[in-house]
């Protein structure tokens, strides 16, 4: 009686040429985000050191808080956690500026580093999702969005 074939040998060839293509494929394993720059300007001036939050529209990414700091010229690059790019997706953009600090500051009497934030130059009013009106779309591939141009 013959034996048959083990299908062992199948299965190390199909998992051998799944992990070339994913290796081969940098589209495939970058978890379904998107490239996004863009730029904030005040009063038509890029600013430096501003927090850029991407709120997702969609409750399924809600998890999920692609942001950016801004450069010298007010230009940034959106990252999710450790990794650059955004989902593709509608969001509402909120934007902070906080006021450069020198170092830590200490309450009188104190050795802890006083932990209050820092304040925003923009008085809070891109800070709030809901009244901010500043929204971005991400499409799939490589996105430049308009320049956010505060008042």
């Given amino acids: 009686m013959r034996t048959p074939t083990s299908?062992?040998?199948m299965r190390v060839s199909r998992f051998r040429l799944l992990f070339f293509v994913l290796l081969a494929c940098p589209a495939c394993?970058?978890?379904g985000l998107n490239s996004a720059r863009g730029k904030v300007l005040y009063q038509g001036?890029?600013?430096k050191g501003a927090v850029v939050?991407?709120?997702p529209k969609d409750a399924t990414l809600q998890s999920q808080r692609p942001s950016a700091v801004t450069g010298e010229d007010g230009?940034?690059?959106v990252t999710t956690g450790t990794k650059e790019g955004v989902p593709a997706?509608?969001?509402r953009v909120?934007?902070?500026w906080p006021e450069e600090q020198s170092g830590p500051k200490f309450q009188k009497g104190s050795t802890a580093p006083d932990e209050t934030p820092a304040k925003d130059r923009l008085g809070g009013r891109y800070a709030d999702p809901a009244n901010a009106n500043l929204e971005a779309i991400i499409k799939s591939g490589s996105n430049t969005l308009p320049p956010f141009d505060l008042k």
């Fill in 45 to 47: 001036k890029g600013i």
């Fill in 89 to 91: 997706g509608q969001y």
């Fill in 29 to 31: 394993s970058n978890s």
């Fill in 53 to 55: 939050f991407f709120h």
């Fill in 94 to 96: 909120t934007v902070t």
């Fill in 7 to 9: 299908p062992w040998p």
């Fill in 75 to 77: 230009s940034f690059t």
